[in-house]
């Protein structure tokens, strides 16, 4: 019933932005952790941001002071702002769910989406 949907992924040339939206829809009652993983080509994949339902959030390093992320509890939302990309950015971005309860009180201890193609390159 509930499902996580990923938007905003594209080309984009390195030191440019772009903004990564998630969403999540169904009769959903909280969400604990939303967060950005990433699978760069060749790579394992890798926590980008996390960010709890009381704001609480985690960056990687590689991320920190370029990368911004948020969520907004009402609409079940979790975005990530992406700035000053670079080539070593480009990856499968997918959102995670952890700890989401439906208003069934049934709990599903994580979801994720289908990922989107960010690509950085000149």
């Known amino acids: 019933q509930v499902q996580l949907v990923e938007s905003g992924g594209g080309l984009v040339q390195p030191g440019g932005s772009l903004r990564l939206s998630c969403e999540a829809s169904?009769?959903?009652?909280?969400?604990?952790?939303m967060g950005w993983y990433r699978q760069p080509p060749g790579k394992e994949r890798e926590l980008v941001a996390r960010?709890?339902?009381?704001?609480?959030?985690y960056a990687a390093d590689s991320v920190k002071g370029r990368f911004v992320i948020s969520r907004d509890n009402a609409k079940n939302t979790v975005s990530l702002q992406m700035n000053s990309l670079k080539p070593e950015d480009t990856g499968v971005y997918s959102c995670?769910?952890?700890?989401?309860?439906?208003?069934?009180?049934?709990?599903?201890?994580?979801?994720w989406g289908q990922g989107t193609l960010v690509t950085v390159s000149s």
């Open positions: 995670k769910a952890e700890r989401v309860i439906d208003t069934l009180w049934t709990t599903y201890p994580e979801l």
């Open positions: 169904g009769r959903i009652k909280s969400i604990n952790y």
């Open positions: 960010i709890n339902r009381g704001g609480s959030i």
